[in-house]
């Protein structure tokens, strides 16, 4: 017999085995995970990255070459960080909406003036087809259950000639910068995310990023999906992987 304590503990390593959750679970595990550290979000992504996600996303936004007047998505938006890079792309005449499906990140995105939020997800936008000139996931296609499903949202939503970018956590090729950066990630994310009593939350975070698909499987699937152009960019030594893909001129949406 399993003693009362001995199962409590394992109840709660399943709980926290988000990484390891498929389709549905995955989504629900997910959702309720960043219910639960939305609040210090915005403080343990700056630390966590030294700030350095800014510079990523001004990165993200360039290879758009947005142009004033234009309509950008961006898609799990999150605390709404992407947004106003976009929002000064496109100028006053242009429209940045933001949509995720965590209604407390979403609050917290509104806490910071964001007007245009969509309770929304990745794999079912609630849009209508072609319809933005630019979309652009910042560290969301991880947390997606299917990401060919929401690939394939992306360029149904996409105008003609639109382009999409995504920002997210990967596995440096390096094999040596890839054991360092995994140990430290393994032992600092957690541990940083315990000074804010959120450890389970932020072993996701690394699990996660062990697990998702490589560079080239995330190009197949932006290609499978019907996007063109479809190239990546390593930064931080491997350790942040930038997408980019565009949607051919003439293009139906699938």
């Known amino acids: 017999m399993i003693p009362s304590s001995s199962k409590a503990t394992m109840a709660t390593q399943g709980e926290t085995r988000i990484w390891t959750k498929e389709g549905s679970r995955k989504r629900e595990a997910v959702r309720r ?3 639960e550290i939305a609040p ?4 343990l992504n700056g630390l966590m990255t030294m700030s350095l996600h800014r510079k990523w996303r001004q990165f993200a936004t360039g290879l758009l070459q947005l142009k004033p007047g234009e309509s950008v998505l961006d898609l799990c938006c999150g605390t709404g960080d992407f947004m106003p890079l976009l929002q000064k792309a496109v ?26 939020l969509t309770l929304g997800d990745a794999c079912e ?5 072609s319809i933005v000139n630019a979309v652009t996931v910042g560290w969301g296609i991880r947390n997606v259950p ?10 149904r939503v996409l105008k003609p000639g639109g382009r999409f970018v995504s ?23 957690p541990a940083l995310g315990a000074l804010f009593g959120k450890t389970q939350a932020y072993a996701y975070l690394p699990k996660s990023t062990q697990r998702f698909k490589t560079r ?29 893909g565009r949607k051919p001129e003439g293009a139906r949406s699938q």
């Open 216 to 244: 080239e499987q995330l190009e197949d699937s932006m290609r499978s999906a019907g996007l063109v152009d479809v190239v990546h960019h390593d930064l931080l030594l491997g350790n942040v992987c930038v997408h980019f």
């Open 146 to 155: 299917d990401a060919d499903a929401a690939h394939r949202e992306i360029f």
């Open 125 to 129: 936008i609630p849009t209508r087809d």
């Open 167 to 189: 920002v997210d956590m990967a596995r440096p090729r390096n094999p040596i910068v890839r054991v360092v950066s995994e140990t430290v990630f393994n032992t600092f994310v």
């Open 33 to 35: 995970m960043f219910g």
């Open 40 to 43: 210090s979000y915005d403080r």
């Open 91 to 116: 100028g006053p005449t242009g429209n940045v909406f933001g949509a995720d499906f965590s209604a407390p990140m979403l609050g917290i995105a509104q806490q910071k003036g964001q007007p245009r």
